[in-house]
């Protein structure tokens, strides 16, 4: 539990979108608090990934803005919008790594490109973030050498190298075979467990129960519910995220 | 068939100097357009609405018109007017140039929109700027997609090179010609003409075959 004492690390406020004249989010607000892991849940067309993309301004909202610790982003201003990404790590579904550059180099080049570190520097850096990710021995090959797995891994490792405030991760694993998953949900797991600030779309609901500070249950571009996991996903409870849960794992046939 | 023979001797030095006239201006015009085509390519991706209408312009002129006539209205029109005093070399390897880099921007498009848009948006949210994710990211894999488009585009300016010959250029063509006219060796002379534009043609087709390959990325299937 959070105390609202605390001032939270990121806000979203008033967030509207609209895309081809569908309204896609309805007016969102939320809190980060520090060390805190959100999960977002819902049917797919709900909003999560375009309010995720919104929060570092991927998408322009129409409406609403973004605070990054009591500090509101001005968008419009292109080296101010840069240096606010630089601290929001962003996992996508489909890992989006640089196809022409080597795993190593794909962790490296912001680094050297956007920190302005020295080729050796970055490098080092890059071979740690590599390691954390268990994949030191993989530096040399390129996205389409390696499984998905590997990919969303060094897609972390390249996020994690610019040391972010919060992260922000869009279905990391639903592109995943479902073999691959679990390599990655360690990864996230690690990270959650050494505090790093957190809000991830997913549908992984034995993930949810034993890690999410807070599920938000979005439907029709608003969050309609939200609270712990243990008390929206309680067994009997009546609410729309256990019967949305329930819903999954009848077709997935899994626990 | 001796004096044909001795005319053919006769003259090859004299043509393959042509060639040496030819080559540079087609590479001069590779260059140039390359370096028109890779910024036109980008306004008409990511410009504003006012960007992306300029070069539009600039495509839609020089694809309209024949390379013909923009040599003469470059040359003896625009040039003379601006008082440059450019040889037709020069002169003729700037407008194969612009042109080109018309037809090059929409090899470099095509490539740059067939690169998925989530690279873009990754390097974006890694705090690079907008310049800097086409630069680094999205440009070294368009260029290597674009080769293939790129060869085609070389074997054309290389023909489309001849036409410097009704500016006074001496390249392959105005030689040939030359010496055809005071020997009346028509057949013979036009036929090694044509030989050497298959030769040069086929030589870059092979270079840029093997920078393809030199430049491939490792397991990368697009």
């Known amino acids: 539990m959070q105390t609202n004492a605390k001032t939270p690390l990121m806000r979203v406020h008033g967030i509207s979108k609209s895309l081809g004249g569908r309204e896609i989010l309805k007016s969102i607000s939320l809190n980060l608090y520090e060390g805190e892991m959100k999960v977002l849940i819902g049917p797919s067309g709900g909003g999560k990934s375009t309010l995720l993309q919104c929060m570092n301004y991927l998408i322009a909202p129409d409406r609403g803005h973004i605070e990054l610790l009591g500090q509101h982003i001005d968008p419009g201003n292109h080296r101010e919008l840069c240096l606010f990404r630089q601290q929001v790590g962003m996992i996508f579904q489909d890992f989006n790594l640089f196809d022409h550059l080597c795993a190593l180099d794909n962790v490296s080049i912001a680094l050297r490109k956007v920190r302005g570190m020295s080729k050796k520097q970055a490098r080092e850096r890059a071979l740690s973030e590599l390691d954390r990710v268990g994949l030191a021995d993989k530096g040399h090959l390129y996205p389409a050498e390696l499984s998905g797995g590997q990919k969303q891994r060094v897609s972390i490792a390249r996020a994690l190298a610019m040391d972010p405030k919060v992260m922000l991760l869009d279905e990391p694993t639903s592109a995943l075979d479902p073999e691959l998953v679990s390599e990655v949900l360690a990864v996230i797991r690690g990270l959650a467990q050494n505090g790093m600030t957190m809000i991830m779309a997913t549908h992984q609901m034995g993930f949810t129960r034993s890690l999410a500070d807070e599920v938000l249950f979005m439907q029709e571009g608003r969050i309609i519910e939200q609270g712990s996991p243990r008390v929206l996903l309680a067994e009997g409870s009546k609410t729309r995220t256990l019967d949305f849960c329930s819903q999954i794992l009848d077709v997935e046939g899994g626990v | ?222």
Request: glycine residues 10%.
């Open chain 2, 1 to 222: 068939m001796h004096e044909t023979l001795d005319v053919l001797m006769d003259a090859l030095p004299y043509v393959l100097q042509g060639a040496a006239v030819t080559i540079v201006a087609v590479i001069g015009a590779m260059f140039l357009g390359l370096f028109i085509g890779v910024p036109l390519a980008v306004g008409q991706v990511y410009g504003g609405r006012l960007i992306r209408i300029l070069c539009g312009l600039y495509v839609w002129f020089f694809r309209g018109i024949p390379i013909l006539v923009l040599l003469f209205l470059f040359y003896f029109g625009l040039f003379t007017l601006l008082g440059l005093n450019l040889s037709a070399v020069v002169a003729a390897t700037i407008v194969l140039g612009m042109t080109s880099g018309a037809y090059q921007s929409q090899i470099f498009r095509g490539s740059i929109l067939s690169l998925s848009r989530g690279q873009l948006k990754a390097a974006q949210a890694l705090g690079m700027s907008n310049a800097m994710a086409i630069r680094t990211i999205i440009l070294p894999q368009a260029l290597r997609l674009s080769i293939p488009g790129w060869s085609n585009e070389y074997s054309i300016i290389l023909k489309d090179s001849a036409l410097a010959f009704v500016l006074g250029a001496s390249e392959i063509m105005a030689r040939t010609h030359f010496v055809a006219s005071r020997t009346y060796q028509h057949l013979p002379l036009y036929l090694t003409a044509a030989v050497m534009y298959f030769i040069l043609t086929w030589i870059g087709l092979i270079l840029l075959r093997s920078l393809e390959k030199r430049v491939r990325i490792k397991g990368y299937v697009h």
